[in-house]
């Protein structure tokens, strides 16, 4: 007797009635006893407005997951593709999904597989890990199709689950449920007729009507080099004249393919995908079409989208983004095809999200998904790519070759990266990518991504599933498949069978987890989804395979859990689209513990997990004996609250009657404006090809300008404003008093002959020596062509009476500093990138802060006093071990102990360069090959070698060292070599340079008159800074700090640092910094911020700041809300 004559009775785990909201008072549901062993029973208790039953846990006393065998489970399904398919479609090779429900409405979670080849397959849940395939007694084999997607949701809104699944070629089918598990296919009535590669789906109430709507991401039924033979898709072939003798392309791939044509003739192709489908419900289940073009989807500016995207979109999520309560989307697409991300307007309309809100994406986006990452109570989200974690894989796999030759535009540019991103959600509409500072930028060529609390300690995990059948980005193997026969060039390269990752979410960042056993083999795995299988509250795992069985994954997991499910009213009756905290009470003086998150229907990779969430619940997470609590914000804006609840329960929450809505309160605004219209400044750098002399140099050395300073220059009692450019040239504009500024040309005085040559030196004047003149310090850059070595500082004195305006009416130099003033003390002080004079010591006089690229930041005591000039006391106070990639640095008293502290500015930690004091980050550099040409080798410490290898891959070392290319023999050669053997000589007969700290850093003063290192918080991390502004912003008496942000200039815009925006950090007076919100603070400009001062300007009390951008708008920023400050 089938499990549906037994077991299709019961609906245990759902109230009668389609709004689920039946008093149950105790009853007792058996869910294993009826249909199998293993599970105890749940017994329910009936509360106002949920319902709860007590889980019984068991597992391992670690975290992981335990693999199930299918001879014990029953789950024998194995995903595949014949020789000839493949070779007919590659589409084939993208896998295939899973669904996670209760199909049968026993209240056991049941699993669907969607099937490339033969029918797809639906085990029912028997209880004790024991499995009932019935895909055709249930009417939802789907045979004769390349099923691709599976989802279950309810689409009729009759409280069972429907089920949905995708294919390459159609049909897209709707199998309607009728309560016991037996299905109907909907057919045409339907509505999702479709005969394109449709691949993902994800559903969600977008208009607030109350039912589910659909969306279908397709991506192509087959490609065109799997339709035609490399010799018709020669150019000769694709491209014509047209009537003016214009190129275009020839009728028959008009509609395949859109092309640039560049000025000097040449064509740049890209392949079209298939358009995407999208939904909405009338309420039963008939799915009517919305056009992409009519209205309903605008552009980043408003307009209505002219045409409808023609992307390779593999999966899509509806997911509330900006906290409003209605679904947004996000297309994840593959290859050039930018991914799109959609904010719903409230009515079902879409509009694309400006570039400042997403400044990069992935280049190949496979699937995304969303969690509270940092658990700051917004939604982040995760983008998979293709990246290798492994040095050899990559480096065999690696592109690249010569730089840019013209710097990206940072403030508008949105490059496509290969690599998997990371968006931390800023709670404003924009987010910044950290994939790499958050450790989660390489999983190998991945599939299937989900976050789930794996070792249930309140921080979501992720888990990303990888392999592909064959490795298209191992440059050898396809290089030598070219001499295959076109139809078969697939089965000639290797399969990429790699293992599965898990990263454990260490407090917002990110650690591998190989232990948990996720990925117990190196298999080629696809879609996956999540559900509880076994009824003990937490979340099991299943990944539909290619040619393996399926992977099922019990979670063993024991710590305390709370599971919740939803039911919701009307035709939403899993409660999709809302939002359900679980709150942990604080600690005495602490701040509530909130996990959150969504309840979704589809989303994933190829599928859709069950609709239950399971959450942390024991310590320290949560105090002993302290209260928890579950919220729910339901789509419909209603709103629930469960107090006192309990660990290892699982809670059911009934969607009560819609609130009103409370006004939310106004706040006080930003501290600062923009209003950088008073100066109107866009800095205009020249065409430099910092390339052309060094082609390894890791970034441009010709972009830290334009630097700023504040001056009375024409001594009327109002700071006046100067800005510099590398080249010498100063723009001054005058304060009118009256609140404007008026642009001087030329200054106070013209500005002299640039005193140095290539990139700009930092300058900075004090008097040093107690006689009333100033002296300049003079920092030494590169010498041109020779990086990184450094040009010699130097100190020279000004003459009598002249005052700081000095420097910048004759910034370039000139006759103004022309006595040498200095003796050997910073002959060798390196590459300096910032300077600031401070007394340290207290002795009354200043002393040298220097910011040193590939050094420590150095202090020289001025021993002006007692005859001698300075004196390096870096090591004694503590400094020399930090050597870094210092950019710039200030000083201010932090921690108010009256000793100046030092803030110094670094590349960040958001970086693929990785330093620490074991393995720093090396830079080897001298001339490799005796060409003439000072070549810069960059390394790092790989450990799977233990050994230095080469940061770039084989194509721009060879841009570099172009003996490379008779020496190696392509890239598996190269992806074997060690650094040394890369460069065919002795490291030792190079010089060398190393960092061993990346991070931005406070130094506090301590007791023993040294310095106590420190990192800056986390969102300081995320981007390059180049100067430290220390400063009372907010007028509370204690001393902040400011860091501009971002680095757009390096070899490639792949490479563009930018997710910083600028960045209070705002002064307790103990030495604690702590991040102020762009929307709190004011302060945000997204280009390359170089120089940045304070002054108040409007003399009303309050520091207003200036931020001088390279090739961008000068930001000029008034304070509006501090304290005022009483003139002196």
Not at 895 to 916: E, F, K, Q, W
Request: proline letters at 6%.
């Amino acid at each position: 007797m089938s499990s549906l004559a037994r077991c299709g009775g019961l609906r245990g785990s759902r109230p009668a009635g389609a709004l689920g909201h039946c008093v149950f008072g105790v009853a007792s549901v058996l869910l294993a006893a009826a249909c199998g062993e293993g599970e105890r029973p749940l017994e329910w208790v009936q509360e106002d407005g949920h319902r709860w039953a007590a889980l019984s846990v068991s597992g391992e006393r670690s975290p992981g997951f335990e693999q199930v065998d299918p001879a014990r489970s029953g789950i024998d399904f194995v995903n595949v593709v014949t020789e000839d398919q493949l070779t007919e479609n590659s589409h084939y090779l993208n896998g295939s999904g899973v669904a996670i429900g209760d199909a049968d409405g026993d209240g056991r979670a049941d699993v669907y597989f969607a099937s490339m080849d033969g029918p797809n397959r639906l085990y029912l849940n028997l209880g004790g890990w024991r499995f009932e395939e019935v895909a055709a007694a249930s009417g939802v084999a789907a045979e004769g199709r390349f099923s691709t997607g599976a989802v279950f949701a309810d689409a009729d809104g009759d409280s069972d689950l429907d089920l949905f699944v995708t294919a390459l070629g159609g049909p897209n089918s709707l199998f309607l449920n009728d309560g016991s598990g037996r299905f109907t296919e909907a057919g045409p009535a339907a509505g999702l007729q479709s005969t394109r590669g449709s691949m993902s789906m994800a559903l969600a109430d977008v208009e607030g009507d109350g039912d589910l709507d659909l969306y279908v991401a397709n991506n192509k039924l087959a490609t065109l080099q799997d339709l035609y033979p490399p010799d018709e898709l020669l150019p000769s072939r694709l491209y014509v004249r047209g009537p003016d003798g214009e190129i275009v392309l020839a009728p028959e791939f008009e509609d395949h393919y859109s092309i640039v044509v560049s000025g000097d003739g040449g064509v740049a192709r890209s392949e079209l995908a298939e358009p995407d489908a999208f939904y909405l419900n009338d309420g039963t289940a008939h799915f009517e079409p919305v056009s992409f073009s009519g209205g309903a989807f605008l552009d980043e500016s408003g307009q209505p989208l002219a045409t409808t995207p023609l992307d390779w979109a593999l999966s899509v999520r509806f997911q509330d983004f900006d906290g409003d309560r209605d679904p947004d989307i996000y297309v994840a697409n593959d290859f050039q095809s930018p991914d799109h991300f959609w904010i719903n307007d409230g009515d079902g309309g879409f509009r694309a999200v400006s570039k400042e809100a997403i400044r990069a994406t992935s280049f190949a986006s496979m699937a995304a998904d969303f969690a509270d990452v940092d658990r700051d109570g917004d939604q982040d989200f995760f983008v998979a790519e293709m990246l290798s974690r492994d040095h050899r894989r990559r480096m065999r796999q690696m592109g690249g070759g010569g730089p840019d030759r013209e710097p990206s535009n940072a403030a508008e540019a949105r490059p496509q990266k290969p690599r998997n991103t990371l968006y931390l959600y800023r709670g404003d509409g924009t987010w910044a990518e950290t994939a790499l500072y958050s450790g989660v930028a390489a999983s190998e060529w991945s599939w299937g991504s989900l976050f789930m609390d794996v070792d249930l300690d309140g921080w979501e995990d992720l888990l990303v599933a990888n392999g592909h059948f064959y490795d298209a980005m191992d440059r050898d193997a396809a290089a030598r498949s070219a001499a295959v026969d076109w139809r078969r060039r697939i089965l000639a390269i290797p399969q990429l069978r790699t293992r599965n990752v898990a990263f454990r979410n260490a407090g917002g960042v990110f650690e591998h987890a190989p232990e948990w056993g996720f990925g117990p083999d190196e298999d080629i795995s696809h879609g996956m989804a999540l559900g509880d299988l076994d009824g003990d509250g937490d979340l099991d795992v299943v990944v539909n395979r290619l040619g393996d069985p399926a992977l099922v994954l019990r979670n063993v997991a024991r710590a305390p859990r709370v599971a919740v499910r939803l039911r919701g009213r009307g035709g939403n009756t899993a409660g999709i689209g809302a939002a359900v905290s679980v709150v942990a009470a604080p600690s005495p003086g602490g701040r509530p513990f909130v996990q959150s998150k969504e309840i979704v229907a589809g989303g994933g990779y190829l599928s859709g997990s069950e609709q239950l969430w399971s959450f942390a619940a024991g310590e320290p997470l949560v105090r002993a004996g302290a209260e928890l609590a579950i919220e729910v914000a339901w789509r419909s804006g209603a709103l629930s609250r469960i107090e006192g609840v309990r660990p290892n329960r699982i809670y059911e929450v009934f969607e009560p009657a819609p609130a009103t809505e409370t006004a939310a309160s106004g706040s006080p605004g930003p501290f600062f404006e923009d209003v950088s219209h008073l100066l109107g400044h866009v800095h205009s750098p020249p065409d430099v090809d910092d390339f052309a002399l060094q082609p390894l140099l890791p970034h441009r050395v010709s972009t830290t300008d334009p630097a700023v300073a504040w001056s009375d220059l024409d001594t009327d009692g109002w700071p006046d404003l100067c800005i510099a450019d590398r080249d010498g040239s100063v723009t001054w504009f005058r304060n009118d008093g009256a609140g404007g500024f008026d642009l001087v040309p030329g200054g106070p005085g013209e500005a002299g002959p640039p005193s140095w040559e290539g990139a700009p030196p930092v300058t900075v004047a004090a008097d040093l020596d107690g006689d009333g003149s100033l002296e300049v310090f003079r920092g030494g850059r590169a010498v041109p062509g020779r990086y990184p070595n450094a040009q010699r500082s130097r100190i020279y004195r000004l003459p009598p009476g002249s005052g700081a305006s000095a420097l910048c009416s004759r910034a370039g130099g000139g006759d103004v500093l022309a006595v040498a003033f200095a003796g050997d003390a910073l002959a060798d002080a390196g590459l300096v990138s910032g300077a600031v004079f401070s007394d340290l010591d207290g002795d009354g006089d200043p002393d040298l802060v220097l910011a040193v690229e590939w050094g420590p930041v150095r202090v020289f005591l001025n021993e002006f006093d007692e005859g001698g000039e300075l004196m390096e006391a870096t090591d004694q106070l503590g400094l020399s071990d930090h050597t870094g990639w210092w950019n710039g640095v200030a000083t201010g008293d932090l921690n108010s102990d009256g000793r100046p502290d030092i803030v110094a500015a670094n590349r960040g930690l958001n970086t693929p360069y990785r330093a620490t004091a074991e393995h720093p980050a090396m830079l080897f550099h001298g001339d490799v090959d005796n060409n003439g040409t000072w070549d810069v080798i960059e390394a790092r410490y790989d450990d799977s070698t233990a050994n230095y290898v080469p940061v770039r891959g084989l194509l721009t070392m060879a841009d570099g060292l172009p003996i490379l290319r008779s020496r190696i023999q392509g890239y598996t050669q190269y992806a074997e070599m060690e650094l040394e053997g890369v460069l065919g000589r002795p490291l030792e007969t190079l010089d060398r340079d190393s960092a061993t700290q990346l991070g931005h850093m406070v130094f506090l003063s301590n007791a023993d008159g040294g310095y106590d290192a420190a990192l800056l918080p986390p969102e300081a991390q995320l981007a390059p800074a180049f100067q430290v502004v220390i400063a009372d912003l907010d007028g509370d008496g204690h001393q902040d700090v400011f860091l501009p942000q971002n680095m757009s200039s390096m070899r490639s815009a792949l490479d563009s640092e930018n997710s910083g925006r600028s960045l209070w950090l705002r002064g307790d007076g103990r030495g604690d910094l702590q991040p102020v919100p762009g929307q709190e603070s004011g302060l945000i400009a997204y280009g390359d911020q170089r120089g940045a001062a304070v002054a108040d300007y409007d003399r009303d009390g309050r520091l207003d700041l200036v931020i001088a951008q390279h090739g961008g708008e000068t930001k000029l920023f008034r304070n509006v809300r501090a304290r005022p400050t009483p003139p002196p």
